[in-house]
């Protein structure tokens, strides 16, 4: 298995560098393997999608649709993968952030009963307490 930074994401995703995508793009889509797969920590999903939103500029929805193409990548092996997929479809259809949605899916999947938060926007997402 081989770590993936947010940046071998981002250029694979967006394409815009004629350098370092052909060089992300080489990686995922020929050197990477699924005995050899390439390791997407939760943490390089959360920095793609910030990358994504603000650097970028994207909607909501494009930002759902690339992290749902690196879901479907078969040489990926994404970190909490089930709860990254949550995490996209509550992005997805603008029930809160992606981040703030992953924090309460990897919570309750530790066995956590509600998150607490003084951010109005996050008690959208089942999970949340206001405080």
Same mark, same amino acid.
């Given at each position: 298995m081989i770590g993936l930074d947010t940046n071998i994401l981002i250029r694979y995703l967006?394409?815009?560098?004629? %350098?370092? @995508? !052909?060089?992300?793009?080489?990686?995922?889509?020929?050197r990477l393997t699924p005995k050899s797969p390439g390791f997407v920590s939760v943490v390089a999903m959360v920095?793609?999608?910030? %990358? #994504?939103?603000?650097?970028?500029?994207? @909607?909501?929805?494009?930002?759902?649709?690339?992290?749902?193409?690196? #879901?479907?990548?078969?040489? #990926?092996?994404?970190?909490?993968?089930?709860? %990254?997929?949550t995490a996209m479809v509550a992005l997805k259809r603008r029930r809160g @952030?992606? !981040?703030?949605?992953?924090?309460?899916? #990897?919570?309750?999947?530790?066995?956590c009963t509600r998150t607490l938060t003084f951010d109005r926007k996050a008690i959208r997402l089942p999970g949340f307490e206001l405080v």
């Open positions: 967006a394409q815009d560098d004629p %350098v370092q @995508s !052909a060089k992300a793009t080489e990686i995922l889509e020929r920095e793609t999608v910030w %990358v #994504l939103d603000r650097a970028y500029g994207l @909607s909501a929805q494009e930002i759902a649709m690339a992290i749902e193409r690196l #879901l479907q990548v078969e040489v #990926l092996a994404i970190e909490n993968e089930q709860e %990254v997929f @952030s992606f !981040a703030d949605a992953l924090i309460t899916e #990897l919570g309750t999947r530790t066995g």
